[in-house]
């Protein structure tokens, strides 16, 4: 498959249609996680995206397998599809049936911040004062949120167990995007190697969703549920929007933008258009503290990544 990558702005268009096709997929998970588990959820949404790379790979001659890495570099791919399509998706999930699709946009914002501070460890870097403040306007947004007062919606044991976990998979989740930086850099060129590398993360994590939620089956709701045609297409429309389509132009995008930092911002636009299609769609409401939350949150992220 050849696609011309060269264009104006081709990475930034990518990251900003992975936010939007994210943020719609985000919206359908949360809406069928109120009637199926989680854990079973996150198995077949990687489940289903992998059976969609494998059928988009054979219809447009994409090889299943390169052998142009060192062997180092499979191994960095593989740890960061388990802790980013697996652990991190199960705790993603799970949160998002805990405390809702806008509270955990607003969390998601973190992950930038967690990314470039991971990064600058790694490369041996000391963050400039500019830059530990963005982190503390973004953990603020976080203190926002959590204390937030919402018992009327939410129980607060719930809600804060909910926080941590959302916290935690963006933790796991940017410890994984950090590890297949340098992967990427090799691949900024090719398409094709885009999208292998990002069925091949994708590997790993179905499998730990799978073992994961296995594990899980004395918890996990009654199945009936799920044979019902509304909710089986609920699932499947939300696995290929957004985690075969919009994890594909994530992919496209973090490698074929210069800078990363823009890269990051463009993600989180997704911020916005999920508290947006929250309220609209599932009726969550849009509070003056969450307005004020997400604002310290983007703020956050631009000051400590242009810094």
């Known amino acids: 498959m050849n696609i011309n990558t060269n264009f104006t702005y081709f990475g930034e268009l990518s990251a900003l249609l992975a936010a939007i096709f994210w943020s719609i997929a985000v919206i359908i998970f949360k809406s069928a996680s109120n009637e199926v588990s989680p854990f079973l959820i996150t198995a077949l949404k990687n489940t289903i995206a992998s059976f969609c790379f494998l059928v ?3 219809l447009f001659d ?3 397998w390169y052998d142009n890495f060192q062997q180092i570099d499979y191994f960095k ?4 599809g388990v802790l980013g399509m697996g652990l991190a998706d199960v705790l993603f999930i799970y ?3 805990q405390i809702g699709a806008n509270r955990i946009a607003l ?3 973190f992950e930038p911040v967690v990314i470039y501070i991971l990064s600058s460890i790694f490369l041996g870097t000391i963050l400039n004062i500019n830059q530990l403040i963005g982190f503390i306007v973004v953990i603020i947004s976080l203190l926002i949120i959590t204390y937030e007062k919402d018992t009327n919606e939410l129980d607060k044991y719930n809600k804060r167990r909910g926080i941590l976990l959302q916290i935690s998979a963006v933790v796991l989740s940017s410890i994984g995007i950090v ?3 340098p992967v990427l850099l090799k691949i900024n060129n090719d398409i094709n190697i885009q999208l292998w590398l990002t069925f ?3 590997l790993p994590g179905m499998i730990t969703a799978w073992i994961i939620m296995l594990f899980q089956k004395n918890k996990i709701r009654p199945s009936q549920p799920f044979l019902q045609f509304n909710l089986i297409i609920k699932i499947i429309f939300s696995s290929i929007l957004g985690t075969f389509i919009a994890l594909s132009f994530w992919i496209i995008g973090y490698a074929n933008i210069e800078h990363p930092p823009v890269a ?3 993600g989180q636009t997704s911020v916005i258009f999920i508290i947006l299609l929250s309220w609209f769609f599932l009726k969550e409401k849009i509070t003056k503290q969450r307005i004020v939350a997400m604002l310290f949150a983007l703020s956050g992220v631009v000051l400590t990544i242009y810094s």
Not at 77 to 80: M, V, Y
């Open 95 to 97: 949160a998002l049936s």
């Open 62 to 64: 994409i090889p299943l």
């Open 179 to 181: 590890m297949i930086k």
């Open 200 to 202: 091949f993360r994708l």
């Open 77 to 80: 791919i593989l740890i960061s």
């Open 56 to 58: 988009f790979f054979l």
């Open 107 to 109: 969390i998601n914002c």
């Open 264 to 266: 990051s911002i463009l």
